[in-house]
């Protein structure tokens, strides 16, 4: 008898065990085809699909068997109560161990984890499982619902774990190998083991006996031969009515589960949230309404798919498609309100795990998991008679959904919205499939029917999905992206030998040293026009040579700026300005046709280099002939290189990289953006952003970007305020305007995108901030040289620096109406926020010293507001504006004094 117990249970359990076996092998087949050979997710897999079967096993062994009315038939058998326990429980673990036994082996056939490490493995997580299948017995001799027993016994294992574990950690805060935990996990199985099986035996029949008792057989009644006379008649529209009856069998089927569904969905989270220290309120209100989803979706349509009862609503006149509105509908609405306070939950939820999603809306996403969930399980229902089968396979093909759309989702390839067809398309099957589900015809013919609605269904969410990464962005035509990005010109840029100073600085790298060595080499390579890394008609953004050259440049920089300290501590002006001078050839060397980074870190130099001479123009000791030649020579360095230069070395880079061989592509980009040490979501980022339709949306957006780039880059300063303006551009003839929103939804929807642009971006502000620094440096060396000849005094107009040799004055370049600098005198109301070119800070708000006695040359600043002294607006620095501030009553130094 206890080999024929054994014997039914594989026959019904087979089908879902062998599935759950390939689906580990194959989960680990492809963990390890993305990640490489490392035993810990291999391990993971094996032990998720495990416990996953324990509990649907465990929980089924003897709610399944009163939920299809079968544990009557075999309390009809010769056999006690107590063999039947432990025929079904023995089963139990022995399947469990097969199958975690078959996935080990596949552990240890694709990763590297060795004997040791399973081991250890195994006796941590044995005790686990242990209670895990004890709480499922017990629950599953309690109900008699086999997926309300699964659920329980998680929510049971939740506490367990968190309450059990504490006691194994020790004052170092590290687990043993098997701790005080471990003990009491086992005796928590061995009660919950016992308490079932007494159970079991307790509720179960008199023990039998081969002694039957016969009953007399009553007479049958009397038969007639009067004809029965139908007093009713067909109502000729059925559907009204069968709606009503049908919404008040299923809420007495919602009644009778309300109880549990308000357990898992509002008392069970509430007392865990109670009972945490650690927060993640959010995270366990969002699994507790999936999971009411889960129990929901089921619950629609399996009681009867159990019973086969959908032909008895056909036969009575309900028509599918009424049937499944009604149920759906009504099990939907029960599930609602748990989905909507999650949601409230994580809009209001604080804590840090709440918002590292990136940019993605939180609550919406919660929302469409508990819909995901609910259409999934309700489809699985309707296929599976089962309950717990249906809710175990929906889990499988909801978390198959849920984990690429999440990463979608975080990485922002999917607006959150976007997800909220998935659940309609499996809605939309389920209620198609209603008219072949109800009328159950024998054959494959309802199934193959299945199985085209999902195919189909299939195809036409990734069909849409690709083509709208592909091709909804409108693309740049080839002439227009060869006027904007001046490709041919950029690709024949290039730097001879004898004027490139790469190969100077990698000297100057290589023979470092910490006395300062090398600072004549340093001040040699700055002397060349330029430098190159490699050719840019070959460049891609994976080759980095020029990057370890560009950190050699600008730490040598350091060198230059001691050397120019030292120099004007020791009074040698004109060698200190030799320092400055250098520091600005190498900030215009690293600019210009260069990378998004490069380039900001070009300007970022530049304005050093000003920030230097700034204050070497205002030391006391200048006199006018120092500050002319300084003038001069300033005047004399090469151009700084037109921000919209570097835009266009970015195009040309990207076009580049985008047209490597789709293998070289992805080897370049893990070498590139992977290591050891990074996530499973980073090697799955990486392999979707190399797919043809990503490539083609990158290269794509990176055209729109770049060009907006360029575009903002050749507009004048005060148009631009650190965000793309939009784009205009011809297209078939024809004006085309993108809007700025448009723009920064491409940007943040493109990781890529977004990771070269971001530097771009700032570069071009700080460009412009950079070019107005630069015009007033101009100004201070004139002012100081109208200084040095009036007596150390300052004019009181900038109208007065207007000779013969200047007769213009600068332009501030964020001036909209074209006008010069600002030039006020300072009464002690402002003080100074940072060196020069900061902004005004009230007098009050901080401790630096204060502009008194000083004049003040300013720019209106990225955003136009001339304050003059009147306002202060603290909310954001580029608000205010840029002031260079100038000492009055400076006189020179004596001519007779050394």
């Given at each position: 008898?206890f080999?024929?117990?054994?014997w ?31 035993g ?28 299809n ?20 429980s ?8 097969g199958?975690?036994l ?9 990763g ?14 044995g005790?686990?499982?242990?209670s895990a ?6 629950w ?13 016994a998680?929510?049971?294992m ?43 035996h ?10 039957r ?16 006379v ?11 009515s ?5 919404a ?13 569904l308000l357990?898992i ?6 007392l865990?949230?109670?009972g ?17 989803a889960?129990?929901?979706g089921v ?24 049937v499944w ?11 609602t ?29 919660v ?25 175990a396979?929906?889990?499988?093909i909801?978390?198959?959904?849920a984990?690429?759309?999440g ?25 198609a499939?209603s ?9 494959a013919?309802k ?35 060869e ?7 950029v690709?024949?840029?290039s730097?001879?030998?004898?004027e ?10 290589e ?9 004549a ?6 002397e060349?026009p ?10 891609t ?11 050699t ?48 870190e ?29 003038r ?8 700084m290189?037109r921000a ?5 070395a970015?195009?040309?880079?990207l ?7 789709r ?5 370049a ?5 992977l290591?050891?040490?990074s996530?499973?979501?980073q ?5 979707v952003?190399?797919?043809?339709w990503?490539?083609a ?10 060009a907006?780039?360029?575009q903002?880059?050749?507009q004048?300063a ?14 078939n003839g024809?004006r ?13 929807r493109?990781p ?25 440096l ?14 150390g005094?300052l ?7 207007v ?5 213009a004055?600068?332009?501030?370049p964020f001036?909209p109406?074209?006008a010069?600098?600002g ?6 109301r ?11 800070t ?55 004094t050394?």
């Amino acid at each position: 008898m206890f080999a024929r117990l054994w014997w039914k249970e594989a026959r019904q359990v087979w089908p879902v065990w062998a599935f759950l076996a390939v689906l580990g092998l194959s989960g680990q087949a492809k963990i390890r085809w993305f990640f490489g050979p490392g035993g810990e997710p291999l391990a993971g897999t094996a032990m998720l699909v495990t416990v996953v079967y324990l509990f649907l096993i465990a929980a089924s062994a003897f709610a399944g068997e009163r939920e299809n009315r079968t544990l009557t038939m075999l309390d009809a058998l010769p056999v006690e109560r107590w063999r039947l326990w432990l025929a079904k429980s023995t089963f139990a673990l022995a399947t469990t161990l097969g199958l975690g036994l078959i996935l080990l082996v596949g552990t240890l056939s694709m990763g590297d984890m060795g004997f040791g490490a399973i081991a250890r493995g195994l006796a941590r997580g044995g005790p686990w499982l242990l209670s895990a299948l004890g709480w499922g017995l017990l629950w599953s001799t309690v109900l008699g619902n086999a997926l309300f027993a699964a659920v329980l016994a998680i929510v049971s294992m939740w506490p367990t774990l968190a309450i059990l574990n504490v006691s194994d950690v020790g004052d170092s805060g590290v687990a043993t190998q098997f701790g005080r935990a471990d003990a009491w996990h086992l005796l928590l199985a061995l009660a919950t083991t016992a308490a079932s099986a007494l159970i079991f035996h307790l509720s179960g029949p008199p023990a039998w006996s081969p002694i039957r008792r016969t009953t007399p057989r009553r007479p049958a009644p009397a038969v007639t031969s009067e004809p029965v006379v139908a007093t009713t008649t067909r109502e000729p529209r059925v559907w009204p009515s069968a709606t009503w009856r049908l919404a008040w069998q299923t809420l007495r089927e919602v009644r009778s589960a309300a109880w549990i569904l308000l357990a898992i969905g509002a008392i069970a989270p509430l007392l865990i949230t109670m009972g945490s220290l650690t927060g993640g309120g959010s995270e366990i209100w969002n699994v507790s309404s999936v999971v009411v989803a889960f129990l929901t979706g089921v619950s629609a349509f399996n009681a009867e798919s159990r019973g086969r009862m959908q032909r008895f609503l056909l036969q009575h006149g309900a028509r599918p498609g009424v049937v499944w509105v009604v149920k759906a509908a009504l099990w939907l609405a029960v599930a609602t309100p748990f989905a909507w306070f999650a949601s409230w939950v994580v809009q209001h939820d604080r804590s840090p795990t709440s918002r590292g999603f990136g940019e993605v809306d939180l609550t919406t996403l919660v929302g469409i998991n508990a819909l995901t969930a609910f259409a999934t399980a309700a489809l699985c229902g309707m296929v599976f008679r089962r309950g717990i089968t249906a809710a175990a396979l929906a889990f499988v093909i909801w978390l198959l959904m849920a984990i690429p759309g999440g990463a979608l989702t975080a990485a922002g390839l999917v607006d959150a919205s976007q997800l909220f067809w998935v659940p309609v398309a499996l809605l939309a099957i389920g209620w198609a499939w209603s008219g072949p589900w109800m009328y159950d015809r024998p054959g494959a013919r309802k199934w193959v029917t299945l199985g085209l609605m999902a195919v189909a269904t299939t195809a036409g969410l990734g069909g849409a999905y690709l083509a709208s990464r592909a091709w909804s962005l409108p693309a740049l035509e080839p002439a227009e992206a060869e006027r904007i990005f001046q490709y041919s010109r950029v690709a024949a840029s290039s730097v001879p030998a004898e004027e490139n100073a790469a190969e100077m600085y990698r000297k100057a790298w290589e023979g470092r040293r910490e006395d300062g060595g090398d600072l004549a080499l340093v001040r040699k390579a700055t002397e060349l026009p330029s430098w190159r890394w490699g050719e840019l008609s070959r460049a891609t953004i994976f080759t980095d040579p020029g990057m370890s050259l560009m950190w050699t440049a600008l730490s040598r920089s350091a060198l230059l700026k001691a050397s120019r300290d030292a120099r004007i501590e020791r009074g040698d002006l004109p060698a200190a300005w030799s320092d400055i001078l250098a520091t600005f050839r190498l900030a215009r060397q690293i600019s210009g046709f260069a990378e998004g980074i490069e380039a900001f870190e070009g300007v970022r130099a530049e304005a050093d280099a000003i920030g230097q001479a700034m204050e070497w123009a205002v030391d006391a000791r200048q006199t006018a002939a120092s500050l002319e030649a300084a003038r001069k020579a300033y005047r004399a360095l090469p151009p700084m290189p037109r921000a919209a230069d570097a835009a266009r070395a970015q195009a040309l880079i990207l076009r580049n990289t985008l047209d490597m061989p789709r293998d070289e592509l992805i080897d370049a980009a893990s070498r590139h953006f992977l290591d050891a040490n990074s996530q499973p979501s980073q090697h799955f980022l990486v392999r979707v952003m190399t797919t043809p339709w990503e490539v083609a949306r990158t290269r794509r957006g990176a055209q729109l970007l770049l060009a907006a780039m360029v575009q903002d880059a050749e507009q004048p300063a005060y148009l631009v305020h650190g965000g793309l303006n939009g784009l205009e551009i011809r297209q078939n003839g024809e004006r085309v305007v993108i809007p700025p929103a448009e723009l920064f939804s491409i940007e943040i929807r493109n990781p890529v995108l977004n990771t070269v642009t971001t530097h771009l971006g700032a570069f071009i502000l700080e460009w412009n901030r950079c070019e107005a620094a630069r015009r007033a440096l101009d100004l201070i060396f004139r002012l100081r040289i109208w200084q040095a000849g009036h007596d150390g005094r300052l004019p009181d107009t900038l109208n007065a620096l207007v000779s013969p040799e200047d007769p213009a004055l600068p332009i501030d370049p964020f001036s909209p109406t074209g006008a010069t600098f600002g030039y006020i005198p300072d009464h002690g109301r402002w003080r100074r926020s940072g060196m020069y070119g900061s902004t005004l800070t009230s007098n009050h708000e901080s401790d630096t010293p204060s502009f008194e006695g000083e004049w003040l040359l300013y720019s209106v600043g990225p955003k136009q507001l001339d304050i003059r002294q009147q306002s202060y607006i603290p909310t954001s620095v580029d608000a205010n504006d840029l002031i260079f501030p100038l000492k009055d009553h400076v006189k020179p130094p004596d001519p007779a004094t050394p």
